[in-house]
């Protein structure tokens, strides 16, 4: 049984008029598509392009937790000579060509890389080096206090 606002006559899916359907629109073309059919189309196409979106996030994601060219680059630049940051005081270097430094140095080991560290300045290292070696890539002197009492 049909509702009450049910139209006498369905409406056409091509125009929207009234009195005829899709099938027998006289206004429609040969080989032309409906709106809805045009709709639908450009729905695929959007997660077509959804997809291939995330597909290339994945793939540049894979890349950067792979390891870059640059991070490499960086760190045999690192690695070639001490790091100083260009702001720090100037670096003073003793007779044999090693950075005297006035802050106790440490040992760490950072992005693959050890390091011998003291203050601003980053001395790489070989991996098994002990604390004990460390002189023979720093130069530690301790700070003379001048202020007396």
Same mark, same amino acid.
């Given at each position: 049984?049909a ?14 008029a009234?009195?005829?359907n899709?099938r027998?629109?006289? @206004? ?5 598509k ?5 709709l639908?189309?450009?729905?695929v196409?959007?997660? %077509? ?6 597909? %290339? %996030?994945?793939t540049?994601k894979a890349a950067?937790?792979?390891?870059s ?7 045999s ?10 702001d ?8 044999a060509?090693?950075?005297v ?25 070989p991996d ?6 460390v ?12 202020? @007396?009492?």
């Open positions: 049984m509702r009450s606002n049910t139209p006498k006559t369905y409406k056409c899916g091509f125009c929207a009234l009195s005829h899709a027998t629109c006289p @206004t429609k073309q040969v080989g032309a409906s709106a809805a059919s045009t639908l189309f450009q729905r196409i959007r997660r %077509e392009l959804r997809i291939q979106k995330k597909q %290339e %996030e994945a540049k950067r937790n792979a390891g060219a640059f991070r490499k680059k960086k760190a630049k690192l690695a070639s000579s001490p790091v100083v940051i260009p720090a005081p100037k670096q003073v270097f003793d007779a060509g090693i950075p430094v006035d802050v106790p140095p440490v040992i760490s080991k950072i992005a693959d890389q050890t390091y011998a560290i003291a203050g601003s300045t980053w001395v790489p290292v098994d080096t002990q604390l004990s070696d002189a023979a890539f720093l130069s530690y002197v301790p700070r003379i206090s001048t202020v @007396t009492r």
